[in-house]
């Protein structure tokens, strides 16, 4: 029997759900509706415009040619490149005869060493898919959000005890928006760039994680502060080797731990903000970490992977249990109550449940097929 018998039909193709009052759930047209029509309990809630002033273009690799090229010497170039783009990228223009002019058993040398490289690369690759892409393409790829990478809003996190939200913009800005207060304080560093991911730290006012390119960010904003721009020595900037970009990031419900997760890294790192250290949890088969979600009670954490393959820790002994998606990798999980977990595969019109009882014997089944609703 599936698990949404008696669940109240779905909203029409042009209606969306604005909010649930007396077990009814109250639908508009999704333009035009406003849940001011259903209910007053939203008057005091911030209200968040997405004015076209935020979305200026952020200076990236496509817009350098607008500047004009300034001819350097070969090894300033290369020296360059190595600094900005890698070792790979250095060896290419090396060995590349339209730049590499002046010395041709340079060009001959990196060329040689280019495609031994080359090799153990796709040997690599073959043995690790998820570290084809890198930087911002893993979090296009990944991300929960359409069209990502041109998305005016990349994500959002409601408080989870206050009228609070924090909203990151295309532009890398996040923006913390309160029904207490007026004005809005945006977050900004150097190394917040390509924000995936925003999660409240639980019983705190203050603290709110950001997981972008370079790692994790962790502000703390007073919320009595005036100041609508907080400086850079508010954030706490944590960062591994290897561990980059982050996909996501997810407190515990006690808020003592802090869990992010790279598509690049087979390993999710588990943080003791205070003491600015992470144990790895590593695990080699499924390819990289892209999301992870706590049980309500912070018994369980679920992990999906790259790959088919996710799983299910147990915090008390930190030992997972394997599972595989049908089709393809896991897109959507949350935690219900007696430790059910409702999951999505991606392409899969199918929403999925796992019982308690089911980590151990196996209890996956089928709750709804979502083709069957007409949607």
Known sequence: MSAFHGFPELPGPEEIPFCKLNEVYCCANSRYGNIST??????????????????????TDENISMYIDVEDNLLKKITSVWYKQGFLEALAVAADPSVNRESQALAYAASYVLKVANVFSA????????????????VAN?????????????????????????????????????SEVAFVSTLKCKAQGHVSSLSWRPFSASELAVGCEQGVIVWTVDPNSMFTKPSSSNAVVLKRPGHSP???????????????????????????????????????????????????????????????????????????????????????????????????????PMVYALTNTGLMSGGLFTCVNISLLGL
């Open 123 to 138: 040997f690599r690759y073959f043995l690790q898919p998820h570290l084809k892409d890198i930087g911002p393409k893993i």
């Open 246 to 348: 982050v996909t996501d990031v997810s407190w515990s419900p006690n808020g003592d731990l802090l869990i992010s997760c790279s598509g690049a890294d087979t390993s999710m790192l588990i943080w003791d903000v205070s003491m600015e250290t992470a144990v790895p949890l590593r695990r080699v088969a499924g390819g990289g970490i892209i999301f992870a979600r706590w049980s309500f009670d912070a018994s369980k954490v679920f992990a999906a992977t790259s790959s088919i393959i996710f799983r299910v820790w147990d915090t008390k002994r930190w030992k997972p249990d394997r599972w595989c998606a049908r089709g393809n990798h896991v897109v959507a999980a949350c935690w219900g109550p007696s430790d059910i977990l409702l999951f999505a595969a991606k392409g899969e």
């Open 38 to 59: 259903f209910t007053n309990s939203t008057r005091s809630h911030p209200v968040i415009n997405v004015t076209r002033d935020i979305h200026h273009h952020r200076t």
């Open 142 to 178: 990944y991300s929960r959000t359409r069209n990502w990478g041109n998305a005016p809003i990349k994500c959002i996190a409601w408080h989870p005890h206050t009228t609070k939200m924090a909203v990151a913009t295309v532009d890398d800005n996040v923006r913390i928006y309160c």
